[in-house]
C-alpha cells in the first residue's frame, strides 16, 4: 500500500490487514521478535497448568463420557491475554508511516546557441554533414538541461534570433530539427552578427550565469560587426563564450559530382579570431575534427556550466501505537470479564 487511509476508526479490521503492517516503518522493531516467542511461553505455560491442577478422581461409566467442541471455550480468557500482550509489544515496536517529500531546485544558467548555417557548414567531412552533427549535439545537450533558459541564435551572411531564451525545450528542439542552409540567402559568415544579436538578446537577463556557445567553421568574413569588437561588447555585459571551430583542413568532400561521386574541395580554416573570441568572455576554445570530439566538447561544456543544484527534504512522521494499545485495552477488559464474573466457573468446570 503506498499511502494509509488515516481517516479509519481506531476498530476498523483495516489496521490488521497484511498489506497496512508491511507499510509501516518500525521504531523499535526488537519488540516484534517476541510475538514469536509469545505462543511457546502461554504452551508452556498450560502444561505446567495441566501439571499442577489439582485432580478428582471420579468413576464414570463410559456412556457418561461425552465430548464437546463448546469445551474449548474454556482457552478463552488464555487467549485473550495471549493476543493482549501481542498487541502491546506491536505497540511497543511503534508502528510508523513516514512521508519524505525532496524538493530540488536550481537557479538556472542562461545559455545561447549560436550556429552557424553557412553552406561551408555543409561539407560532409562530419556525419552526414557539419551543419548535421551540429544539430544533433545541440539536441543532446538541451536534453541534458534542467530549468536553464535556452535560446538560439542562426547565422550566415547575417544573424537572427530563431528562439528566444526559454524553457520549452521541446519547442527547441523542434526548431533545431527545421534548422535548414536556406534559413538566410545572403552568403558568407557574420561572426559579429552573430555575438551581436547573443548579446541583445542577454544584455537585460537577470541570471548570475550566462553563456554563449559559439559553432562555426571559424572564418568570419561577412557582417558588418567585427567579431573581437562584438566579443567585448558581449563580455561587457557578463557573457561568458565558449567557441568551438568545427572542420577539417586540406581536401575536404563538398556536394556530388554527376556520377554520385563526393566534390573535394580545399578548405582552411581560420583558429585565430575564434580563439580570441574565447579569450575575451573568459571562456575555452575548442577545435573539433569529427562526431565523437564535437559530442565530447559539448559533454565537457555540459559538465563545466551546471548550476548547483539544491535540496530540501522534508520528514513527516505519524505514529499508531495507540490503534494497537485501544485493542489491546479491549482485550483486557473482555478477559477480565471472563475472570471476574461467574462466566469464570462455566470456563474452568
Known sequence: MDSMDTTLPWYSLYWFSPSTLQAFTWGNPEFLYALAGLPLLF??????QLK???KLPVALTQKDL?????????LLPGLLIMLCIALLLVALARPQKTNEKVEQWTEGIDIMLAIDISRSMEIA?????RLDAAKKVATEFIDGRLQDRIGIVVFSGDAFSLAPLTTDYSMLKSLINEMTFSMIESRGTAIGSALAVVTNRMRESDSKSKVCIL??????????????????LAAAFGIKIYTIVIGKEGMVPFGKDFFGRPNMIENNVDETTMRKIAEIGNGEF?????????ERVFNQIDKLEKAEIKETR?????????IYINWAIVLLLAWLF???????NVLQD
Open 286 to 294: 575548442y577545435r573539433v575534427l569529427d562526431n565523437r570530439a564535437l
Open 66 to 74: 461425552k465430548t464437546s467442541a463448546f469445551n474449548l471455550i474454556r
Open 43 to 48: 504452551l508452556i505455560r498450560w502444561l505446567l
Open 338 to 344: 471472563t475472570k471476574l464474573t461467574f462466566i469464570s
Open 215 to 232: 559553432l562555426s567553421d571559424g572564418d568570419s568574413n561577412a557582417g558588418n560587426i567585427d567579431p573581437i569588437t562584438a566579443a567585448e
Open 125 to 129: 567531412d562530419f556525419t552526414p554533414n
Open 314 to 322: 522534508f520528514k513527516d512522521t505519524a505514529d499508531y501505537y495507540t
Open 52 to 54: 499442577t491442577a489439582q
